[in-house]
């Protein structure tokens, strides 16, 4: 049983933004925070982007495993190891020097994570989603009400994907699910999706 995953929009939200603003400018034309047509599932290229520094800005000072952040989802490298054992050499994990409002150095090394497989998956029959008036895609922050109903055939052995017509929402395995949840990341509102 697949999962649509979205920050989880409870009051807690760790907010960061990057130190370095000649890193969102290189970022930005592929890092939208919810834009769907910015996030192409192609990997960014590291020796033009350089060193990512990041700062957070809420008061959180012990980080989870897995974090939503403002740009892109942030993964210890525990959990950057478990996505390459199920699917390794897919996806794109940017090391990150992450600091910590007060200006210490959070414990441990993160990544920002680049989803690299794009699908077109949605049932567009039986899923019960919003439709965006301006385009051809659907708007999704975590609603319990949505219905994702995805196309198996087309998702396959997927463990962590993007969808090209979903804004708002990503996707992963049961299996990463299950390793995501039992790590106590909290930070993330899961959708249970279903395969047609």
């Known amino acids: 049983m697949p999962y649509g995953f979205c920050m989880q929009h409870d009051g807690f939200i760790v907010k960061s933004e990057f130190e370095d603003d000649a890193v969102w400018q290189t970022l930005r ?58 699917e390794p050499g897919v996806h794109q994990f940017i090391p990150t020097d992450i600091n910590l409002q007060d200006g210490s150095k959070a414990s441990g090394q993160y990544y920002l994570v680049n989803i690299c497989n794009q699908l077109d998956a949605v049932d567009d ?40 017509r979903v804004v708002g929402v990503e996707f992963m395995s049961d299996q990463l699910h299950d390793a995501i949840t039992s790590s106590n990341s909290s930070r993330l509102a899961f959708i249970k999706a279903e395969f047609s």
């Open 29 to 86: 034309p592929k890092v939208g925070a919810l834009s769907t047509p910015n996030v192409d599932g192609k990997p960014i290229d590291l020796d033009v982007l350089g060193t990512v520094r990041f700062k957070i800005t809420s008061s959180h000072q012990d980080l989870e495993p897995m974090f939503p952040t403002k740009h892109r989802n942030a993964v210890s490298a525990e959990i950057r190891e478990f996505i390459e054992s199920i």
């Open 125 to 164: 029959v039986r899923s019960e989603l919003n439709k965006s008036v301006y385009s051809n895609v659907y708007i999704s922050v975590g609603n319990p009400n949505d219905r994702f109903i995805l196309r198996q055939d087309v998702v396959g052995e997927k463990s962590l994907w993007i969808d090209s």
